[in-house]
């Protein structure tokens, strides 16, 4: 099974709202990762948990918080958000060792008014 | 750091025809090459990869071939069908790295 899941699929907040972004997978994979793709864009990366440790960060505003409190489960707690902020946010999850593939989730389509 | 550049930003063919998107890259201890595939409002999907010890990989009507020596991989499509119009970004990525470098993407049109 190559799936991994987002929740919500869409997300509207106001600039000083607090939200998050939810992610699963069930592939044993231990490193996740989140991206933000603009449209017609390639994804950017933003965090890389890797054995629920945080790994990478891509210099991303601390308006971003990741969470990793499983193995299985990536979190992204948003905070006075700014419009150019609106993005589809995507999850994806890979082996750490042997494999390289990187699957991806449906993403999060967020909108900050 | 890697840099991934992609070509053609957008392709129109007719279906049936073959399409080619071509990815250079500049790091030579890149040794994974994969292709996603977006379809709009869809996420990124892994259509194909290939490893630096492969010269070329296909799966059904896709293909994939990598020149090491001049650090550059292509995306064959043959028989296109207007079901593989999309979005399609080539990535690279060196050695034990986690993270992906993602070409800016080739539109392609498969006109029926």
């Known amino acids: 099974d190559t799936e991994v899941t987002q929740t919500p699929k869409h997300l509207v907040m106001g600039m000083t709202n607090k939200k998050s972004l939810k992610c699963e997978q069930h592939m044993g994979h231990r490193a996740m990762y989140w991206y933000k793709q603009k449209a017609k864009k390639p994804p950017e990366l933003m965090f890389v948990y890797s054995y629920e440790k945080l790994s990478i960060n891509e210099s991303v505003p601390s308006r971003f918080s990741p969470e990793c409190p499983n193995s299985s489960l990536l979190n992204l707690h948003l905070h006075a958000l700014q419009p150019e902020d609106s993005a589809l946010y995507l999850c994806a999850s890979s082996l750490e060792r042997g494999t390289y593939e990187q699957y991806f989730g449906p993403g999060t389509r967020l909108t900050v008014t | 750091g890697e840099n991934v550049e992609q070509h053609p930003s957008t392709l129109s063919v007719q279906e049936g025809d073959s399409a080619v998107i071509k990815c250079t890259y500049s790091?030579?201890?890149?040794?994974?090459f994969p292709w996603y595939k977006q379809e709009l409002g869809k996420r990124p999907q892994l259509i194909i990869d290939i490893r630096s010890n492969v010269g070329e990989k296909k799966d059904q009507r896709i293909a994939v071939t990598l020149n090491k020596t001049a650090k550059h991989f292509s995306l064959h499509i043959t028989e296109t069908q207007p079901e593989d119009s999309a979005v399609y970004f080539c990535a690279a990525k060196e050695g034990s790295a986690r993270q992906l470098t993602f070409g800016s993407g080739t539109q392609l049109t498969v006109l029926p």
């Open positions: 790091d030579s201890a890149s040794n994974y």
